[in-house]
Every structure is written in structure tokens, then in C-alpha cells.
């Protein structure tokens, strides 16, 4: 396996707004306002007066801080209040002269327009004869009004509260492990907005994609990583929010260097006995009928998983391709009979799972009934559901929970998984 110091952060190194040039195309092209920046216990907000990157100058009680910057500082320290408060986290790591000299977290405010709400950077110049120590120190851009007309369909007040916590999430995980996975960070830092600003849900928008990418594994550095979110909250829902930042705490010492999965799996371990693959398979088995809230909490709010087929009854098999870290949700039409019966064989050497899922009622207000198996090294699994006839809808789950990689590949910036495409079979039949 490749060590973290062969592999990329996952946000890289960037130059500040008063820096130049900057490659983010977001430097300042004017001096910093005359009381830039205003401090709060742990924040330093910067701003200017002219062009395009200036904030609205309206200050009610004219002390020469705008209003908006007040605004900015607020949120700030609410969000402190919760992720280093309430939830715990160890503090960012301190940048020391940088920003606004009191080694706190720098927000510079700027007009980003509707292609970013916000980003998180670590500085430049922490590295150490070429190579970047694990922890580091960085800073937030947020845009300077969130205007509705770049950013249509939102509320500024609440794309100012999603994306702060959102993006110092990013600056915790910096000071915890720069070197993890960007799905790691960023289904992390979608997390931790509904966990500060619970109301809001904007979270959302990424489930209903995630629900469409069932063949993109859950580790994959991709579009689906944003609403893996639904991962952190079903391991918060067996283990408590601890789990999510135990996994970040003790990613700097998972072996091998960087790999997230081996950071979730130790934190699993440590929380429940359980690990990494076990937990995906049970995962996966609730995601068929997880708009019944008895999982996911918000999972009314759920679109529901599409399937992907259906399995037909009287033994004829059916083979499937499936990459690691994925499932397949296949719809099982059984009436009648006394037992439903469904087998699978996954190949050798492959963590799988399988499962049966009958659900009574409705889908938001109905009752799941959950059978499984699980095999760490392949090979035949099995499960059965007494009198099919009481469901309203009846699915089986094929799982690939095999999350092993062979070493890091800097040509494609991920870890070079084993068990992608990997053959299943799978049959169903009515014992009467």
C-alpha cells in the first residue's frame, strides 16, 4: 500500500484572497478595509469597501464594521459553538501570523457568484522539503451577499449557515488529517450541516442524486460523495455522532496511510465491534425501505432507491455485475407461499451481503421486516422470509461490501480497489 505522503490532500494548497496572484481568480484587487479584519474570540472576517468583492457597507450602530460582516460573525461562532462545542471536535489547528495575526480561522468575504457558495483552503508554505505534514492550517472564502439572483432557489441567510458549516468542517478535518479522501471530507462536511442547522435540510439535494449512482461505489472520489452524507447518519444512528469525528481522530494513525475506509473501520470497531464491510452490508440492507424513519431520522424527506430489476421466482438465476462498495436493489414479486427463499453466491474471497426486505404499510408510515446474511470471504449465502404474502413490497438486496485496495494510484488520485465488477448469482423460489 502507498503511504499518505504519496497521495494528494484533499483540498490542495491554495493562496489567500490578499494574496498575489491567486490561482482561485478570487484575490482582492483593492486594499482590505480600513477595520479589516473584525475579530470575534475565534474568527478574523476581512472584507473590502469597492468593486465587485465588497459586502453591502449598511452599519446600523456605525462603528465601521458592516452589518453583513456582524451577520458573518455570528453564524461563525455559532457554528464553533456546535462542531468544536457540542460536538466536540478538537479545535483547527492555529495559522499564527497569518490572516488576521491572532492564529484564529480567517473568512475572507468575496463575490464568488453561483459557481461556489464557499471554499476551504490550507495555506501555502506548510510543507517541509517538499512534502506536507498531515495536519495543517487553511482558511474560508464565502461569498459576499449570497445573492438570490446567482444563487436561485435559497435563502441567503441559509446558504450563509449551510455553507459555513460545511466548510469549516473542511478546516477541522485539515488539523485532524489533510491526506484522507475527498469522499471521506466531503460526505463528513455535508453531515455536519444537518447537524448544526438541522431546520434546513439542504442536504437533500445531494440524497436524490445519490440515489441515481447505485453502480458508483460509496468510496468513489465522485458527484455521489456529497450525499453519502445518508452513510455518516446511519452510523450516527448505531453508534452516536462520535463515531463520525472518532473516525477522523484516528485516521492519522489507520494503517494504511490515508485510506479512509481503514479510518471508519477502526472508529467501527471501537464504537460497536463491528467493521467497515459488516456495517456497509447492514447499510445497504436499509436503504430499500429507509423512508420508514425507523433508520434514518429525516428518511421521510428520502427519495425512494430505484431498483435495479427484478428477480423472478422458481430458482432461475440471475447474474449480476457489481463494483465494490455497491448494491442492487431487485424487486421480488411473491403473493402467496409460506416461506420466501433467496440465495446468492458472491466470488471467492469477496465480503457480500444479502437480504430480504418486506415492508407492511406505506412507505413513510409502514413497518420493514429485515432478514440477512453475510460472508466475508464469498462464497454461498442465504435467507429466508415467512409468509411473503403480508407485504406490500418485497425487495432483495445483492451487496459488494469489499472495500480492499492494492495501493494508492496517483495517475487516477484513488486507491486501486480489487473487487470492482465482481460476478454475483443470485436465485429466488417460494417454499408453499
Same mark, same amino acid.
Given at each position: 500500500?502507498?503511504?499518505?505522503?504519496?497521495?494528494?490532500?484533499?483540498?490542495?494548497?491554495?493562496?489567500?484572497?490578499?494574496?498575489?496572484?491567486?490561482?482561485?481568480?478570487?484575490?482582492?484587487?483593492?486594499?482590505?478595509?480600513?477595520?479589516?479584519?473584525?475579530?470575534?474570540?475565534?474568527?478574523?472576517?476581512?472584507?473590502?469597501?469597492?468593486?465587485?468583492?465588497?459586502?453591502?457597507?449598511?452599519?446600523?450602530?456605525?462603528?465601521?464594521?458592516?452589518?453583513?460582516?456582524?451577520?458573518?460573525?455570528?453564524?461563525?461562532?455559532?457554528?464553533?459553538?456546535?462542531? @468544536?462545542?457540542?460536538?466536540?471536535?478538537? /479545535?483547527?489547528?492555529?495559522?499564527?501570523?497569518?490572516?488576521?495575526?491572532?492564529?484564529?480561522?480567517?473568512?475572507?468575504?468575496?463575490?464568488?457568484?453561483?459557481?461556489?457558495?464557499?471554499?476551504?483552503? /490550507?495555506?501555502?508554505?506548510?510543507?517541509?522539503?517538499?512534502?506536507? /505534514?498531515?495536519?495543517?492550517?487553511?482558511?474560508?472564502?464565502?461569498? @459576499?451577499?449570497?445573492?438570490?439572483?446567482?444563487?436561485?432557489?435559497?435563502?441567503?441567510?441559509?446558504?450563509?449557515?449551510?455553507?459555513?458549516?460545511?466548510?469549516?468542517?473542511?478546516?477541522?478535518?485539515?488539523?485532524?488529517?489533510?491526506?484522507?479522501?475527498?469522499?471521506?471530507?466531503?460526505?463528513?462536511?455535508?453531515?455536519?450541516?444537518?447537524?448544526?442547522?438541522?431546520?434546513?435540510?439542504?442536504?437533500?439535494?445531494?440524497?436524490?442524486?445519490?440515489?441515481?449512482?447505485?453502480?458508483?461505489?460509496?468510496?468513489? @472520489?465522485?458527484?455521489?460523495?456529497?450525499?453519502?452524507?445518508?452513510? @455518516?447518519?446511519?452510523?450516527?444512528?448505531?453508534?452516536?455522532?462520535?463515531?463520525?469525528?472518532?473516525?477522523?481522530?484516528?485516521?492519522?494513525?489507520?494503517?494504511?496511510?490515508?485510506?479512509?475506509?481503514?479510518?471508519?473501520?477502526?472508529?467501527?470497531?471501537?464504537?460497536?465491534?463491528?467493521?467497515?464491510?459488516?456495517?456497509?452490508?447492514?447499510?445497504?440492507?436499509?436503504?430499500?425501505?429507509?423512508?420508514?424513519?425507523?433508520?434514518?431520522?429525516?428518511?421521510?424527506?428520502?427519495?425512494?432507491?430505484?431498483?435495479?430489476?427484478?428477480? /423472478?421466482?422458481?430458482?432461475?438465476?440471475?447474474?449480476?455485475?457489481?463494483?465494490?462498495?455497491?448494491?442492487?436493489?431487485?424487486?421480488?414479486?411473491?403473493?402467496?407461499?409460506?416461506?420466501?427463499?433467496?440465495?446468492?453466491?458472491?466470488?471467492?474471497?469477496?465480503?457480500?451481503?444479502?437480504?430480504?426486505?418486506?415492508?407492511?404499510?406505506?412507505?413513510?408510515?409502514?413497518?420493514?421486516?429485515?432478514?440477512?446474511?453475510?460472508?466475508?470471504?464469498?462464497?454461498?449465502?442465504?435467507?429466508?422470509?415467512?409468509?411473503?404474502?403480508?407485504?406490500?413490497?418485497?425487495?432483495?438486496?445483492?451487496?459488494?461490501?469489499?472495500?480492499?485496495?492494492?495501493?494508492?494510484?496517483?495517475?487516477?488520485?484513488?486507491?486501486?480497489?480489487?473487487?470492482?465488477?465482481?460476478?454475483?448469482?443470485?436465485?429466488?423460489?417460494?417454499?408453499?
Amino acid at each position: 500500500m502507498a503511504a499518505a505522503s504519496d497521495q494528494r490532500v484533499f483540498r490542495a494548497p491554495a493562496a489567500r484572497p490578499t494574496d498575489h496572484p491567486d490561482p482561485n481568480r478570487n484575490a482582492y484587487t483593492v486594499p482590505e478595509a480600513p477595520r479589516s479584519p473584525a475579530c470575534t474570540r475565534h474568527f478574523c472576517v476581512h472584507w473590502v469597501t469597492e468593486g465587485i468583492d465588497a459586502p453591502k457597507l449598511a452599519d446600523g450602530d456605525g462603528d465601521g464594521i458592516p452589518d453583513y460582516v456582524v451577520q458573518v460573525q455570528e453564524v461563525a461562532e455559532h457554528v464553533y459553538e456546535i462542531e @468544536n462545542g457540542k460536538l466536540g471536535w478538537r /479545535p483547527p489547528k492555529s495559522d499564527g501570523r497569518e490572516g488576521g495575526g491572532q492564529g484564529k480561522t480567517d473568512v475572507y468575504l468575496d463575490q464568488i457568484g453561483g459557481a461556489l457558495f464557499g471554499y476551504a483552503a /490550507p495555506d501555502r508554505g506548510q510543507g517541509v522539503r517538499g512534502r506536507l /505534514p498531515r495536519h495543517l492550517h487553511g482558511y474560508l472564502v464565502l461569498d @459576499n451577499d449570497y445573492d438570490p439572483r446567482e444563487f436561485p432557489g435559497t435563502s441567503a441567510q441559509q446558504d450563509l449557515e449551510v455553507t459555513f458549516a460545511h466548510e469549516y468542517s473542511h478546516i477541522l478535518q485539515f488539523g485532524y488529517d489533510a491526506y484522507q479522501d475527498a469522499w471521506f471530507a466531503e460526505s463528513t462536511a455535508v453531515w455536519m450541516e444537518d447537524q448544526v442547522y438541522d431546520r434546513i435540510d439542504d442536504y437533500l439535494r445531494y440524497v436524490r442524486r445519490w440515489t441515481r449512482h447505485y453502480d458508483t461505489p460509496l468510496t468513489a @472520489n465522485s458527484i455521489k460523495e456529497y450525499g453519502s452524507a445518508v452513510w @455518516n447518519e446511519w452510523l450516527s444512528r448505531h453508534y452516536g455522532r462520535d463515531v463520525v469525528r472518532e473516525a477522523w481522530s484516528r485516521s492519522v494513525h489507520a494503517k494504511p496511510g490515508g485510506f479512509s475506509v481503514a479510518a471508519y473501520g477502526s472508529a467501527i470497531e471501537a464504537a460497536g465491534g463491528s467493521d467497515f464491510s459488516r456495517d456497509f452490508a447492514r447499510f445497504a440492507a436499509d436503504l430499500p425501505e429507509w423512508r420508514t424513519h425507523r433508520v434514518f431520522p429525516e428518511g421521510g424527506s428520502y427519495p425512494d432507491v430505484s431498483r435495479q430489476g427484478s428477480l /423472478p421466482l422458481g430458482g432461475r438465476v440471475r447474474r449480476r455485475q457489481l463494483n465494490h462498495t455497491t448494491f442492487q436493489l431487485l424487486r421480488v414479486h411473491a403473493r402467496a407461499g409460506r416461506t420466501l427463499a433467496v440465495k446468492a453466491m458472491a466470488p471467492r474471497g469477496i465480503a457480500a451481503g444479502l437480504a430480504l426486505v418486506g415492508r407492511t404499510g406505506s412507505e413513510r408510515h409502514g413497518r420493514a421486516v429485515r432478514v440477512h446474511d453475510f460472508t466475508r470471504h464469498g462464497g454461498r449465502m442465504a435467507v429466508r422470509l415467512p409468509r411473503p404474502g403480508r407485504f406490500d413490497r418485497i425487495t432483495a438486496v445483492l451487496i459488494n461490501a469489499d472495500a480492499r485496495a492494492a495501493g494508492f494510484s496517483a495517475r487516477r488520485l484513488d486507491w486501486a480497489y480489487l473487487t470492482d465488477s465482481a460476478p454475483f448469482r443470485v436465485s429466488a423460489w417460494l417454499a408453499r
